[in-house]
């Protein structure tokens, strides 16, 4: 019989995996600071064609705004973090779902426990 299990995903942290990193925290980041500029630009247009709704459009529109700054926080956090992570230390990358057989007579304990995939340079280097 099959069964899936989760097992987690490692990568460990080198000089390309950090500058890839970065990349992505930096393009979030932009993006979200586009997407900002945009909403708040289609906040004047509703606000202006609507003039007796306006403290629901205000109101709507300050929660998604809002939403994607806290976003941008996020991901700043996240570069800062990067920039002190040491090269070599592992972070985790998530969790993907793998098929395992099991027999009658196999120890339950030795299945249950966590399985670990490391990753260095979009290579797999071990599985635990």
Same mark, same amino acid.
Do not use: R
């Given at each position: 019989m099959n069964i899936i299990k989760k097992v987690a995903v490692k990568k460990i942290v080198t000089e390309d995996s950090k500058a890839q990193l970065r990349e992505e925290y930096q393009l979030k980041i932009f993006k979200l600071e586009q997407e900002c500029e945009r909403l708040k630009f289609e906040? @004047? @247009? !509703? &606000?202006h064609q609507a003039? +007796? @709704?306006k403290a629901d459009i205000t109101h709507r529109f %300050? @929660? #998604?705004?809002?939403n994607r700054k806290d976003q941008i926080k996020w +991901? /700043? %956090?996240k570069l800062e973090q990067l920039? =002190? !992570?040491?090269?070599?230390? #592992? =972070?985790n990358d998530g969790e *993907? #779902?793998?098929?395992? &057989?099991i027999e009658e007579g196999m120890n339950w304990d030795d299945l249950s426990e966590h399985k670990t995939i =490391? *990753? /260095?340079?979009? $290579? $797999?280097t071990k599985i635990t």
């Open positions: 906040q @004047k @247009k !509703l &606000e003039t +007796n @709704k %300050y @929660k #998604e705004i809002s +991901n /700043k %956090y920039e =002190i !992570l040491p090269t070599g230390s #592992e =972070i *993907v #779902e793998a098929m395992i &057989e =490391i *990753v /260095k340079d979009g $290579i $797999i």
